[in-house]
DNA sequence: TAATCTGTTCAAGAATAATTGAACCTAAGG
DNA sequence: CCTTAGGTTCAATTATTCTTGAACAGATTA
């Protein structure tokens, strides 16, 4: 089978630079490292499926970089894998559709927080229940009703969210093996 | 005038450790430091407003953290001042209404993020038009207006989160001195 | 004015997080 | 089999962010 030549690595166009930095602060924005913010700018620009080589070439990133940031993309449904014929590569392509991107990210990176947050509460309900001595306790109950309140709140948010975003379900328990 | 005795130092209860400890949690969550959510924590379980060297020997942090995570905490109106009489010092308390604090992250965190976003999109735009090539511009043009519609997406939805929250009017341009 | 009390600032050090690159898999080709 | 191409892993390095504490400034009192 034929060997690929040295690929298309001809620098990045202004315009694309300007959309990889546009990615970069919006992945520091919900607290993804940069590396994740250039591959996902570099693949949204892509008029066509860019392989793992493209984007170590045209990001100037190392391979071990690519390889995580691919991943976790994958993974939050931000990018997907396209296979082309004759080709041992793996090319990729950017999910477009912002409610992908946003079920995605609500799965991964806040649901777990949420789990967690929920879990937290209940230990602190019980703690104020065994351990505060009665003169404080009320107060005690007070916070801890304003705590859940805003649990709930939250919980109304982002159902809302996604819905402004043309989403129609929520997400369940997450599938998707590595 | 009186010579106030070693404070109230006596150590954390339980449940507040667990409050704070979520607070910490949240902070992180929406890129605040540790020390931020420690003395958020701190001031929402009190009963009563707390001095600047309460928080110090609370949350065995140091003063310069205290100083600063107030003024952040300030900044965002999530804490305000108590003036109390005879005494120089500065008491503290936490703001419970969640509507404050939305509206306080999004005027002081997220708006210069979206304020800048937009003025890169505009960067964005000029750069399609005066240097990309014929054949590649509809390609552009498209992903341009991909990113357009999810800045309109995300504008419709800040709004709308603190109309969930309680809140009526969303943030201008920013007042309060440091 | 000196002495003390409160709190702030900021350079230096400590702690975290991200990136790199070489070693390492696995699948396919020869 | 042995080799190579394509990717992944992970320990070590590098970059970033947070915290600390000593020096400082203002404000009050003696």
Known sequence: MKKMGPENIKAMPSWEAGVVELFVR??????????????YGCLFCAQEPVTF??????????RGSVSQGLKVLRQLGAVKVHYIVGSRKDH??????????????????????????SARLKKIEALIESEV??????HA??????????????????????AV????KFFSKRAQKD
Do not use: C
Not at 26 to 39: D, F, H, M, Q
Not at 133 to 138: A, H, I, M
Not at 141 to 161: D, H
């Open 26 to 39: 919006g992945a520091n924005l919900v607290g993804l490292p940069r590396s994740v913010g250039e591959i």
């Open 53 to 62: 080589d493209t984007l170590v070439a045209r990001l100037k990133i190392s």
């Open 92 to 117: 990729y392509i950017a999910e477009l559709s912002m409610q992908e991107l946003v079920q995605g990210f609500a799965r991964d990176q806040l649901g777990p927080h949420l789990e967690s947050g």
């Open 133 to 138: 001595d009665p003169e404080k306790r009320s």
């Open 141 to 162: 109950e007070q916070r801890f009703n304003t705590l859940r309140s805003w649990q709930q709140s939250g919980q109304k948010i982002l159902p809302l969210v996604l």
């Open 165 to 168: 975003l043309g989403g129609r």
